[in-house]
């Protein structure tokens, strides 16, 4: 770390002439991002939460409605982009970002949704195998999920339901901890659901490791990786990893509510047999309009779809996705690095004993996202920072969470943001 720590200057110079050398800068220009009353730029870091709209968003929903205007219903398969195959328009894609094959992922429905699906299909409990582990600091909506399946099949949270915490007085998860409680629960576990990267913390869990360890027990692993998706490489297909699920209003830049993402590994995705709850998108494509009795699954991910999905959205996410096939990953999580590496470089020089870094500082433990601890700070400090023009992200009790993402954010960003925060503090 310190050979990158050094390789910064505090200066407003050093953050432009980093912009000008920056292989991404271009596309920083291909997005609104939000401004004041007064038409200045605000220093956006909320990308964790709602990534900016790509300039390009409108002219694909706009081509999606001229059709439907000039087609109806024709539109599902003669529209520019069929409709009826439309999420197939966007696999590949998705695949690239994600570290799949194209057929382990599809586009459907919601997080949230897509993770109660995937335990349908996953989280198979029998009277001796039934545990489930997360991480203590779980996202509630996921810990919600998990509850109520674990109700839903019969079991109570109390006794079912395992965390993966910090040690007294950490703000992290220790591996080694994770490795104990495995070991501990052995062959009563049925499943790890481990949110990564941590939406709080900003930790980036190993995912080879955990997938390995739960592997060897006999569990299934699935990750929902809501802050991981579009930040991290997670490397899914290679990994083993059983499921994933995400969505794409965050780092992925498809707008509010937008659809989610589903990974399930080739090894499942295939076999036809394993149990899911069913819809019509998800059989035979071939005889999916014979309305038979009978359902029969697309042996790849896509037969896990419902419905018919929300063309209008979808077409966001393709307009979002294009972009990142164009700039890549591996450019893209170069650039994050520099850009992360940065803001905690700056931090570091405010020398002040107020403030801590609850990420981690190695950059393979953490996405783009830093998590600022401020002692004796409340809800104010953070409505004085939106006050001077940062949209960041407030957590109770005292922590702001900020995401510099490498797609249009720039150096001079960070800089402006620190230098805010500072003249606050
Ligand atoms: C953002 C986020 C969600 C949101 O779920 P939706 O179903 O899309 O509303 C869920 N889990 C995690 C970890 C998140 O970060």
């Known amino acids: 770390m310190s050979a990158t720590m050094t390789s910064y200057e505090n200066s407003l110079a050093f953050a432009k002439n980093a912009d000008s050398k920056d292989p991404l800068a271009q596309y920083r220009d291909q997005f609104y991002l939000p401004q004041d009353a007064n038409g200045e730029p605000l ?13 390009s968003v409108a002219s694909y929903i706009e081509q999606e409605l001229n059709d439907w205007a000039d087609l109806g219903v024709e539109g599902h398969f003669d529209a520019a982009h069929p409709w009826m195959p ?37 989280y198979r409990p029998s009277s001796t195998r039934f545990k489930i582990i997360i991480e203590s600091d779980a996202f ?31 703000d992290l998860c220790r591996y080694e901890d994770l490795e104990a409680l495995v070991s501990t629960h052995q062959d009563s576990i049925a499943l790890l659901l481990i949110g990564n990267t941590n939406y709080y913390s900003g ?29 991290i490489m997670p490397n899914l297909h290679q990994n083993q990893v059983d499921f994933a699920v ?10 509010p509510g937008s659809l989610g ?12 047999s394993i149990p899911r709850f069913a819809g019509w998108w998800g059989h035979n494509k071939d005889t999916r309009f014979n309305m038979r009795h009978g359902f029969d699954p697309i042996p790849t991910a896509e037969g896990w779809q ?49 403030i801590q870094i609850i990420t981690p500082s190695n ?17 104010s400090l953070h409505q004085q920072l939106t006050k001077a023009g940062v949209i960041s992200d407030w957590r109770e009790p005292d922590v702001i969470r900020v995401a510099p993402a490498p797609l249009y954010n720039s150096f001079e960003d960070v800089y402006q943001l620190v230098q805010r925060l500072k003249s606050i503090l």
């Not at 995400?246 to 498809?254: A, E």
């Not at 959205?313 to 307009?319: E, G, L, N, Q, T």
């Not at 850009?339 to 002040?352: Q, R, V």
């Open 43 to 55: 220093v956006y870091m909320c990308g964790n939460s709602l990534g900016c709209q790509p300039k």
């Open 86 to 122: 439309y999420h197939e328009f966007l696999s590949e894609a998705m695949a690239d970002i994600v570290g799949a094959k194209p057929n382990e992922v599809v586009i459907m429905n919601t997080l949230t949704t897509n993770l109660h699906l995937m335990m349908v299909s996953f």
């Open 140 to 170: 509630p909506s996921d810990r919600y999920a998990v509850e109520s399946q674990l109700i839903h099949h019969g079991y109570d949270p109390k006794d079912s339901l395992l965390l993966w915490q910090p040690r007294p007085g950490e």
């Open 203 to 231: 930790q980036c869990y190993p995912i080879k490791d955990i997938t390995t360890l739960g592997h060897s027990i006999g569990a299934k692993v699935g990750f929902d990786l809501a802050h991981g998706v579009g930040n």
């Open 246 to 255: 995400w969505c794409t209003y965050k780092y992925l830049n498809s707008g």
């Open 261 to 272: 993402g589903c990974f399930i590994h080739q090894k499942h995705a295939s076999d036809t």
């Open 306 to 354: 419902l419905s018919n999905p929300p063309i209008l959205s979808m077409a966001a996410v393709r307009a979002s996705l294009d972009i990142f096939a164009k700039a890549g990953m591996q450019q893209l999580r170069e650039k994050s690095k520099r850009l992360t590496g940065f803001l905690e470089f700056l931090i570091h020089d405010l020398n002040n004993d107020r």
């Open 363 to 379: 950059p393979e433990q953490r996405g783009c996202q830093l998590s600022i601890q401020v002692k004796n700070a409340d809800r």
